[in-house]
């Protein structure tokens, strides 16, 4: 199993516009963080754990092959904001989206284009499931207990 830590910045990544403090001042690459998200790869499985905005920029580096589930642990932009950049992905099949049952709502208000009866070409094919806590998922041979 393969854990690759695509992001580890703040809600804003790392530097942050406009600050003027150490860290974002600092030419050490360690200082230089996307926003949070998680690869998780066994040799036939593929979890995302959320999927914010740097998401593209993020799995460009990474094999293009299928996405088995995104894990989404809450609703925040900065954990959901590029769930439309996968839609590449869409070519190995709908995208299944995992989050609880109030991540599922708020998505579906956030992003209704994406949810409709009708929608339209191009939007990606995203399936949301409601998760429930201490259930364990299976994402082909990969088991998360959220």
Partial sequence: MKFTLLGTGTSNGVPVLGCDCAVCRSTNSKDKRLRCALLVESNASRLLVDCGPDIRQ???????????????????????????????????????????????????????????????????????????????????????MP
């Fill in 58 to 144: 993020q799995l460009m580096p990474h094999a293009f092959r299928a996405i088995d589930g995104v894990l989404l642990t809450h609703i925040h932009y900065d954990h959901v904001g590029g769930i439309d950049d996968l839609r590449p992905y869409c070519s190995f099949g709908d995208i299944n989206l995992y989050g609880n049952a109030s991540t599922v709502k708020d998505l579906k208000h956030n992003m209704p284009y994406c949810f409709s009866d009708k929608l339209y070409p191009g939007v990606p094919l995203l399936k949301l499931h409601a998760i429930a806590p201490h259930q364990t998922l299976t994402f082909g041979d990969i088991e998360v």
